[in-house]
């Protein structure tokens, strides 16, 4: 069965470092989709994704993240300077745009970041 | 504001035993309602979801959920749970016309064999 995935699976920085997070969706896959889950808290949506631009992002999803899909297979999240409140796990995901798993959203096994 | 609340955080059980997680969600238009299971250290994997139709919607492992929409409810239910099943259980919400789904807090079941 297809999977995301993503990488790295930990991830350690710096508070004020920046950090990209990287993710390849399922390949026929078009919506593509960030959330994050902080220690003890829910898994929340930061944004998604489609045709190049951000289609859907939350009050979390301030100037200091950004998105992007560099090339045919990758989908980033970036963070520019990272704070200690962005330690949390970050979860990729990505749906169809048709079909019978249309409006489900397959997820990745998630990367932990840790800023010190 | 959408919501989801999961009211069992944490559900131990023996191997046999019936369970039932509660999910209810407040919103008031038309939504799609999920069910994520999460075994440690892997991503998280759908059970079953409800988009229209019968409101007793079965999924995989043995899982079904019924929606009762006067209750905005979608409470996930397995007659007879195994050591296997232990794991974070996630209910969701996406309303229609949205992307975002809105979780729940999770429930950690803990199947004692």
């Known amino acids: 069965e297809p999977e995301v995935t993503q990488t790295p699976s930990h991830q350690v920085t710096q508070m004020g470092q920046e950090v990209i997070l990287r993710c390849v969706p399922i390949s026929n896959h078009l919506y593509f989709y960030w959330y994050r889950q902080i220690l003890g808290q829910k898994v929340e949506f930061l944004v998604s994704f489609y045709n190049n631009e951000i289609s859907e992002k939350s009050e979390i999803f301030d100037d200091q993240f950004s998105v992007e899909r560099p090339d045919g297979s990758n989908f980033t999240l970036k963070i520019r300077s990272t704070k200690l409140e962005d330690s949390a796990m970050y979860f990729c995901a990505s749906s169809a745009e048709q079909g019978a798993t249309k409006n489900i959203q397959y997820f990745g096994a998630g990367t932990r970041l840790s800023v010190l | 504001a959408q919501s989801v ?19 209810n ?6 939504v799609n309602l999920f069910w994520y299971v999460q075994y440690p250290g892997q991503h998280l994997q759908l059970l079953l979801k409800y988009f229209s139709g019968d409101p007793l919607v079965k999924g995989i492992k043995g899982f079904e959920a019924e929606f ?46």
């Open chain 2, 5 to 23: 609340s999961q009211h069992n955080h944490h559900v131990i059980l023996s191997e046999a035993a019936s369970l039932e997680l509660g999910c």
């Open chain 2, 25 to 30: 969600y407040s919103y008031g238009g038309t």
């Open chain 2, 68 to 113: 009762i929409k006067s209750k905005f409810s979608f409470n996930l239910r397995k007659p007879s749970v195994q050591w296997s099943d232990t794991a974070e259980y996630f209910c969701a919400v996406r309303a229609t016309g949205t992307y975002k789904y809105i979780f729940g807090t999770g429930t950690r079941l803990k199947v004692l064999a």
